[in-house]
């Protein structure tokens, strides 16, 4: 059967990124998780002492680190400048730039090549998460999902990822994400939106199964 296109988009701490990954597992698809994309770029600017908030530094400095995203829903790879950095990506320095990073056009227009390209060499088809994924870089995907869920469940998962109880500390991620999401649907360039085609799953009361359940059943349903 031709290759299929799940993206799937939504703001910070929806589970976008576990949900996507055993979907394409389950599937026997590809996976393309395309903020780890923006994070690698933005890791690299800090890494050489690009100022992240001067636009034309790393427009200038876009086309120069070398990105490598694997797409093997088992366990997927960064690399840049073919050093692994899987670690490095999720710290809170490039959490904290990365949102300045990735408004930058030019930044944009090298990761969704390369975003497209992991889509063309993805054998049965691939599972691709972001912000854009259903309004640029994908908009004749199979199947467009949005993910939402309240601003406080989402920090909340956050924190037990990072396994952080302190509820000061808890607030704190809940003002950096909601920073975060106001950049990202807030800037000229692919800003985080629904596509009108999408079907939108708030995943506030579902569990990670529960949500990963749903979404194959909608795939099984368009194909
Ligand atoms: O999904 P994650 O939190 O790792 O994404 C990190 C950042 O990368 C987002 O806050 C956003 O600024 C950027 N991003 C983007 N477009 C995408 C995926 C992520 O701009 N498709």
Redesign the pocket.
Known sequence: SAPVVVVL?G???TG??TVSREIAARLGLSFL???????AV?YWMLANEVDVDDVDAVALASDKPAVVSGTDADGPTITVDGVDVSGP??EQAV?AA??A???VPEV?TR?VEL?RASALAAPRGIV??????GT??FPRADLKVFLTASAETRAARRAAQLGITDAGEITAILVDINR??A??SG?AT?P?RKADDAVEVDTSEMSPEQVVTHIIGLVRDRA
């Not at 998780?33 to 994070?39: E, H, Q, S």
Request: charged residues 30%.
């Open positions: 988009d703001p910070a701490g976008k990124s998780d395309t903020g780890a994309m923006y994070r933005t990506i999720r959490t990365v949102s990073v990735s408004a944009r990761m975003q691709a998460e972001g912000r854009d994924m640029v870089v975060r999401d950049a990202d800037r692919a985080l």
